[in-house]
């Protein structure tokens, strides 16, 4: 959606509907037939980021059903840092502008989220339960969306590591900690 690269290239507040009307290559008023505010166009393109993450999980959960909790915890790291590659402007939008939401937009959203949020934490407790974690769940939950979710700010998709390799080496740092170990534990500090 183009109105996401300009919000993120010119910021969602500073962005006018002159300016979508001109990215898209259209008059001002076809803007309005769509959509009745900018507003509502922030809300698309973050009601499509977080539709895009559910079905992305659910299509994996889905379709194998004797995939391990690593490795669905491993693709929804993977489809965070994806859409960092395909969907740039969402993700910088998604998470520097949702307080910009209407009232009811905003509470929308945040459903999907804290829905999308408890989807990763009963995977963690699932793995607590069968002893393959250790941790408290809903804090490694915040851990693994903290180092996913501030890639944004850093990551380079035209470098040489591709958001696979990030996510693999984010899921070993989140597993292992800095000690390195792959093994769950408690990590005894002199």
Same mark, same amino acid.
């Given at each position: 959606?183009? &109105?996401?690269?300009?919000?993120?290239?010119?910021?969602?507040?500073?962005?006018?509907?002159?300016? =979508?009307? &001109?990215?898209?290559?259209?008059?001002?008023?076809?803007?309005?037939?769509?959509?009745?505010?900018?507003? @509502?166009?922030?809300?698309?393109?973050?009601?499509?980021?977080?539709? =895009?993450?559910?079905?992305?999980?659910?299509?994996?959960?889905?379709?194998?059903?004797?995939?391990?909790?690593?490795?669905?915890?491993?693709?929804?790291?993977? @489809?965070?840092?994806? =859409?960092?590659?395909?969907?740039?402007?969402?993700?910088?939008?998604?998470?520097?502008?949702?307080?910009?939401?209407?009232?009811?937009?905003?509470?929308?959203?945040?459903?999907?989220?804290?829905?999308?949020?408890?989807?990763?934490?009963?995977?963690?407790?699932?793995?607590?339960? @069968?002893?393959?974690?250790?941790?408290?769940?809903?804090?490694?939950?915040?851990?693994?969306?903290?180092?996913?979710?501030?890639?944004?700010?850093?990551?380079? &998709?035209?470098?040489?590591?591709?958001?696979?390799?990030?996510?693999?080496?984010?899921?070993?740092?989140?597993?292992?900690?800095?000690?390195?170990?792959?093994?769950?534990?408690?990590?005894?500090?002199?």
């Amino acid at each position: 959606m183009r &109105a996401a690269e300009l919000f993120d290239s010119r910021g969602y507040h500073v962005a006018s509907m002159e300016d =979508l009307a &001109a990215a898209v290559g259209v008059a001002k008023p076809t803007i309005y037939h769509y959509f009745k505010s900018k507003s @509502d166009i922030l809300y698309a393109i973050h009601e499509e980021f977080i539709d =895009l993450l559910i079905c992305q999980h659910e299509g994996r959960s889905t379709a194998q059903l004797q995939i391990s909790v690593d490795d669905l915890l491993l693709g929804i790291m993977q @489809d965070i840092l994806q =859409l960092l590659g395909t969907h740039r402007g969402h993700v910088r939008v998604f998470f520097e502008c949702h307080r910009s939401l209407q009232g009811d937009q905003q509470v929308a959203i945040r459903a999907k989220r804290d829905a999308y949020t408890r989807t990763v934490v009963g995977l963690l407790e699932q793995g607590k339960a @069968d002893g393959r974690f250790v941790r408290d769940p809903d804090i490694a939950a915040f851990a693994l969306f903290g180092i996913c979710n501030w890639a944004y700010q850093w990551y380079d &998709a035209s470098g040489s590591m591709s958001t696979v390799d990030l996510a693999n080496k984010f899921w070993q740092i989140l597993l292992g900690g800095i000690t390195g170990s792959t093994t769950p534990g408690v990590v005894s500090v002199p």
